[in-house]
């Protein structure tokens, strides 16, 4: 993701738990790269479907945070600058 190599983005939300560890490595979803939050990846949600009690999640990447911020700031000076 720090590489903004991803696309889409599938998760599975189950209702069981698992915990770690401090002496267990496992990989997360993330590894290696920390997002501050006007950096970090924002992801659209494209379909959500349920079997049993698991949900799976699609999600597309859009824009960072940072990249939102100064849309929504340049469109609100653009329409300031209209009226």
């Keep these: 993701m720090g590489a903004q190599a991803v696309d889409e983005l599938f998760l599975t939300l189950s209702p069981q738990i698992a ?22 990846p924002w992801f659209q949600l494209l379909s959500v479907k349920q079997s049993s009690d698991h949900l799976y999640l699609r999600y597309r990447h859009t824009t960072s945070g940072l990249q939102r911020n100064a849309i929504s ?4 000076a653009k ?4 009226s």
């Design 73 to 76: 700031h340049g469109d609100a």
């Design 19 to 40: 915990g770690r560890s401090s002496d267990a490595m496992r990989p997360a979803l993330v590894e290696g790269v920390a997002f501050m939050p006007e950096y970090a």
């Design 79 to 82: 329409s300031a600058g209209e």
